[in-house]
T-cell receptor
Framework: NAGVTQTPKFQVLKTGQSMTLQCAQD?????MSWYRQDPGMGLRLIHY???????DQGEVPNGYNVSRSTTEDFPLRLLSAAPSQTSVYFC??????????????FGQGTRLTVV | SQKIEQNSEALNIQEGKTATLTCNYT??????LQWYRQDPGRGPVFLLL?????KEKRKERLKVTFDTTLKQSLFHITASQPADSATYLC?????????FGDGTTLTVKP
């Protein structure tokens, strides 16, 4: 099993450009989520999904879109990049036991710089 | 407002001692709480999950307690080693989503 795979690992964007961060998992997890982590801070939830076709907003959703067409993939789209979106982005997946979110498996992260 | 606070940004201890990390929360009613380890440049790695009806959980040298009255979880690493040096994050259940604290960076000196 590869676990959670994120691509790319590094990206530099110009202000106003758009791009998609890819996330794929091979563990058949229902729950997938995207976080951003700024220096010295914890993880802040951007968007999440409890299954294919179902997505919802987290704590900091503005400027980002997601879709979940398959169980395996959960791409994050930056619509018009801004310097405030410079951060490290983590994708995670986990099983759901009822409504309980079990241990999360994280990808290695994408370091995004917007200039 | 909802808040998660982890004790001091950095914790330095001597090898062999017990490290105790704190996670306090306000205005949450978590059904469970998780602890993760994060090394520089890497994603967090799951360590332990403790449910609201559990007082304590252990895994090898790790012990977690969960006091829903005090709204606090304590994370202990016994017989600490330099390899335990990392940032440790607590994560609360927040209506099925996980909300993370800012983390505590632990340094274990030989």
């Amino acid at each position: 099993n590869a676990g959670v795979t994120q691509t790319p690992k590094f990206q530099v964007l110009k202000t106003g450009q758009s791009m998609t961060l890819q996330c794929a998992q091979d563990m058949n997890h229902e729950y997938m989520s995207w976080y951003r982590q700024d220096p010295g801070m914890g993880l802040r939830l951007i968007h999440y999904s409890v299954g294919a076709g179902i997505t919802d907003q987290g704590e900091v959703p503005n400027g980002y879109n997601v879709s979940r067409s398959t169980t395996e993939d959960f791409p994050l789209r930056l619509l018009s990049a801004a310097p405030s979106q410079t951060s490290v982005y983590f994708c995670a997946s986990s099983y759901l036991q009822g409504i309980m979110n079990t241990e999360a498996f994280f990808g290695q992260g994408t370091r995004l710089t917007v200039v | 407002s909802q808040k998660i606070e982890q004790n001091s940004e950095a914790l330095n201890i001597q090898e062999g001692k017990t490290a105790t990390l704190t996670c306090n929360y306000t205005n949450y009613s978590p059904a469970y709480l998780q602890w993760y380890r994060q090394d520089p440049g890497r994603g967090p790695v799951f360590l332990l999950l403790i449910r609201e009806n559990e007082k304590e959980k252990r895994k090898e040298r790790l012990k977690v307690t969960f006091d829903t009255t005090l709204k606090q979880s304590l994370f202990h690493i016994t017989a600490s080693q330099p390899a335990d040096s990392a940032t440790y994050l607590c994560a609360l259940d927040n209506a099925g989503k996980s909300t993370f604290g800012d983390g505590t960076t632990l340094t274990v000196k030989p």
